[in-house]
T-cell receptor, first 115, second 117 residues
């Protein structure tokens, strides 16, 4: 049972480089999310996709773009990486965007360092 | 401005005793609350949730209490086990859509629970 798979698990970039973080889920979920976790900040929502073909900004979208490639895959792109984007990135999915009894399932994260 | 606050960064309890993790929120419009558990190098895992129409929800050893007037919720783990040692995140749903509270969650900063054998 793979659930939510994130690749890569670790990445080091130089300032100004671009990078795409990949996320795929095999639970046939409609909604997908990208969060970042920083020390002392908890998880913060970057972007989400309520359903295939739609994307919306979350709390901290600046510096990121997303693509909902199909129902399974939701990618996060850093066009010009900055040291402030050093973080652990988590992808999540849920059956619907309505929380009720449909909590999010998370991947194991991508640890990204930008020098 | 932290809308969901977990003021205790860490908590240590003895195996078999009760663990109480606390969470405060600032927005009285928050309608749905969740607790997630996270082990190192893994993603958060859903633990238990509560709607604002309830004041208690129980699932096995885990109980969440909600005090709306105080904008406070707590997670009780009884009895605590060494395998419960993890970071616990409180989360709130700040937004409603036609179906109810959404999964666009606001997380607290987490509390590291250590259960001593």
């Amino acid at each position: 049972n793979a659930g939510v798979t994130q690749t890569p698990k670790f990445q080091v970039l130089k300032t100004g480089q671009s990078m795409t973080l990949q996320c795929a889920q095999d639970m046939n979920h409609n909604s997908m999310y990208w969060y970042r976790q920083d020390p002392g900040m908890g998880l913060r929502l970057i972007y989400y996709s309520a359903s295939e073909g739609t994307t919306d900004k979350g709390e901290v979208p600046n510096g990121y773009n997303v693509s909902r490639l199909n129902k399974r895959e939701f990618s996060l792109r850093l066009e010009s990486a900055a040291p402030s984007q050093t973080s652990v990135y988590f992808c999540a999915s849920s059956e619907m965007v309505t929380v009720s009894n449909q909590p999010q399932h998370f991947g194991d994260g991508t640890r990204l360092s930008i020098l | 401005d932290q809308q969901v606050k977990q003021n205790s960064p860490s908590l240590s309890v003895q195996e078999g005793r009760i663990s109480i993790l606390n969470c405060d929120y600032t927005n009285s419009m928050f309608d749905y609350f969740l607790w997630y558990k996270k082990y190192p190098a893994e993603g958060p895992t859903f633990l238990i949730s509560i709607s604002s129409i309830k004041d208690k929800n129980e699932d096995g050893r885990f109980t969440v209490f909600l005090n709306k007037s105080a904008k406070h919720l707590s997670l009780h783990i009884v009895p605590s086990q060494p395998g419960d040692s993890a970071v616990y995140f409180c989360a709130a749903s700040p937004e409603m859509n036609y179906g109810g509270a959404t999964n666009k969650l606001i997380f607290g900063t987490g509390t590291l629970l250590a259960v001593q054998p």
